[in-house]
């Protein structure tokens, strides 16, 4: 408990120092709802600050509205559902996957889980809600060969989550930047 408290604190001052360097005042703004079935609140909460700094590097200022259940997807609505227990042949090796045309994510939150000690599974789950949500506003099924966007993570891009954040490329930037704008 006093590991995941000294956790929390480090996120939330980490997330603050950015939040006061970067004006969002007139930056895109996408907003996404989120259930989180059997995962927990909090390393769901802290996950989402996670995926909103790392938005906020590129400029795009995410907004969380629904705190119940979410309606269904719409323009304007990214709806994300975090399960457990996927079968084994469900996206085989994939942590989450994006249904481009219907502004869904469904995130495979005991994969996630399996791939790092508990303290970085906010930052991870942060990380995979990202590469998620960037699929949808892309509008496209792409990876790139570096950063967040890459199809496969290896130990040293997990490595790299630990101190801090991964990011866009700057072609996957202006992407997502470009999708934000015309996603509203």
């Excluded at 956790?7 to 709802?33: D, F, M, N, R």
């Excluded at 996670?50 to 990214?78: D, M, S």
């Amino acid at each position: 408990m006093r590991l995941e408290l000294a956790v929390a604190a480090a996120l939330t001052a980490e997330i603050g120092a950015a939040a006061g360097s970067i004006h969002l005042s007139s930056a895109p703004v996408v907003k996404i709802c989120i259930e989180n079935g059997d995962a927990s609140p909090w390393i769901v909460g802290l996950g989402q600050s996670v995926t909103a700094k790392i938005f906020e590097t590129i400029g795009i200022k995410i907004e969380w509205p629904h705190r119940e259940r979410c309606p269904k997807p719409a323009p304007g609505l990214i709806a994300i559902r975090i399960t457990t227990g996927a079968p084994a042949a469900d996206h085989p090796e994939a942590l989450a996957y994006s249904r481009l045309g219907e502004n869904r994510v469904e995130v495979f939150y005991d994969r996630v889980a399996a791939m790092v000690e508990a303290p970085l599974l906010p930052r991870l789950l942060g990380h995979v809600l990202a590469h998620e949500i960037a699929h949808i506003l892309e509008g496209v099924n792409r990876h790139s060969e570096e950063g967040l966007m890459k199809a496969h993570w290896s130990r040293n891009d997990y490595e790299q989550m630990r101190p801090g954040l991964m990011q866009f490329t700057p072609e996957d930037a202006e992407l997502i930047r470009a999708g934000a704008l015309s996603y509203r």
